[in-house]
């Protein structure tokens, strides 16, 4: 069955980096593009860009600069690299496949706390 | 960019009732729209794509209509499990965007 395992929970200073993973399995990871997604404490969903199934990442802007997604596709992984943390990046960080996003990883809470 | 609207952003309802949930888009977006369903502590789960399309495994008491720039989820018969926030979110363009969620309560 489909499924994508993130990475566990970090705690980070403020301008540190965090690097949160997305390992996927039980589909054939070229050909679908994977999506990030976070929510803030006690908010709604915010999408932050895709990665394309032919490796093109696509950024909101308010994150240009400061975000980097990755694959690897020897390990079907997706990585979501952020720099530069502030206090209100803490949130949980979602992997989702697809154009709709029919499969969710379960998650990742990165912490900016000093 | 789009923006998404949904209202309303919190309701309360009765085991049994008939639900209807509404999205706005702030410009056409075709049938290109996903209803999702999220419980506390847990990651969204999708119900609907492409507007009015049920997402492999889901019950069919959940329904999903509109097009252009209005659309409704429907739960027709609300049960205990369905208790949850409610997510609209547009693909049609980038950047992708979500609605501010609809809280779906016991009353």
């Known amino acids: 069955q489909v499924q994508l395992a993130q990475s566990g929970a970090e705690v980070k200073k403020p301008g540190a980096s965090v690097k949160v993973s997305c390992k996927a399995s039980?589909?054939?990871?070229?050909?679908?593009?994977i999506s990030w997604v976070r929510q803030a404490p006690g908010q709604g969903l915010e999408w932050m860009g895709w990665i394309s199934a032919d490796n093109v990442p696509n950024y909101v802007q308010k994150f240009q600069g400061r975000v980097t997604m990755t694959t690897d596709t020897s390990t079907s992984t997706a990585y979501m690299e952020l720099r530069s943390l502030r206090s209100d990046d803490t949130a949980v960080y979602y992997c989702a496949r697809g154009v709709w996003y029919d499969y969710w990883g379960q998650g990742t809470l990165v912490t900016v706390s000093s | 960019d789009i923006q998404m609207t949904q209202s309303p952003s919190s309701l309360s309802a009765s085991v049994g009732d008939r639900v209807t949930i509404t999205c706005r888009a702030s410009?056409?977006?075709?049938?290109?729209l996903a209803w999702y369903q999220q419980k506390p502590g847990r990651a969204p789960k999708s119900l609907i794509y492409d507007a009015s399309s049920l997402q492999s495994g889901v019950p069919s008491k959940f329904s999903g209509s509109g097009s252009g720039t209005d659309f409704t989820l429907t739960i027709s018969s609300l049960q205990p499990e369905d208790f949850a926030t409610y997510y609209c979110q547009q693909y049609s363009r980038y950047p992708r965007s979500f609605g501010g969620g609809t809280k779906v309560e016991i009353k």
């Open positions: 039980g589909y054939t990871f070229n050909n679908y593009g």
């Open positions: 410009q056409g977006i075709g049938n290109f």
